[in-house]
């Protein structure tokens, strides 16, 4: 399968603890993008990279929240001192500079804190 | 600002009947609308977008949707629903030329049922 992929698939932890999330885009794609759905909602739009560079960061990406695309490829997205309200799925997406906002997910993680 | 409002939480068609799904948009420019569908346990998937041209744009499993500026709407639709399109639904919009906001702005979602 050569979509976007997401690992862990599920995550449940206390609050307090860090938890780091991975996206692999698909292998082609310059931008990859992340966002975060609770339930009921769209998603909301965190933050994107266009290659390694990160290009924009929502008012939702809090402190606690950091993204990295060290080399152009996979990303991480790391929460520190997790909270409660910081449950939800995350999503990650990528796409082609020229998609015109066509963007491909992934099945996102869904985060659970305790 | 971009915004998109979907006025309907749930929608319920019988399979056979045409179904339509709103979607208005609040953007201040041109815009490249979008449709996603969301299943179970699944990412979003692409349905179709409309970036300029024939205001009627055809999409993936027999889906369509007419893009009316004046209303400023992109209504999904469908001639005849299958069961196998009940999922959520999902508007986006974008801006033609948004500078810095490269994202999309979704709406809240409109669950799709159809009934056997």
């Known amino acids: 399968d050569t979509g976007v992929s997401q690992d862990p698939r599920h995550k449940i932890t206390k609050r307090g603890q860090n938890v780091t999330f991975r996206c692999d885009p698909i292998s082609e794609h310059n931008r990859l993008y992340w966002y975060r759905q609770t339930l009921g909602q769209g998603p909301e739009f965190l933050t994107y990279?266009?290659?390694?560079?990160?290009?924009?960061k929502s008012r939702l990406l809090s402190d606690r929240f950091s993204a990295e695309r060290p080399k152009g490829s996979f990303s991480t997205l790391e929460i520190q001192r997790t909270e409660q309200g910081d449950s939800a799925m995350y999503l990650c997406a990528s796409s082609l500079i020229s998609a015109m906002g066509e963007q491909y997910f992934g099945p996102g993680t869904r985060l659970t804190v305790t | 600002a971009q915004s998109v409002a979907q006025p309907e939480d749930q929608v319920n068609v019988a399979e056979g009947n045409p179904l339509t799904v709103k979607c208005t948009y609040s953007?201040?420019?041109?815009?490249?609308l979008f449709w996603y569908v969301q299943y179970p346990n699944r990412g979003l998937q692409f349905l179709l977008k409309y970036i300029t041209g024939d205001n009627l744009v055809k999409g993936s499993y027999g889906f369509e949707a007419e893009f009316n500026k004046s209303q400023t709407s992109f209504h999904l639709k469908k001639p005849s629903a299958l069961v196998s399109d009940s999922a959520l639904y999902f508007c986006a919009v974008k801006l033609e030329s948004s500078g810095s906001a490269r994202q999309l702005t979704f709406g809240s979602g409109t669950q799709l049922t159809v009934l056997p």
């Open positions: 990279f266009q290659n390694e560079a990160q290009l924009e």
């Open positions: 953007v201040s420019g041109n815009p490249y």
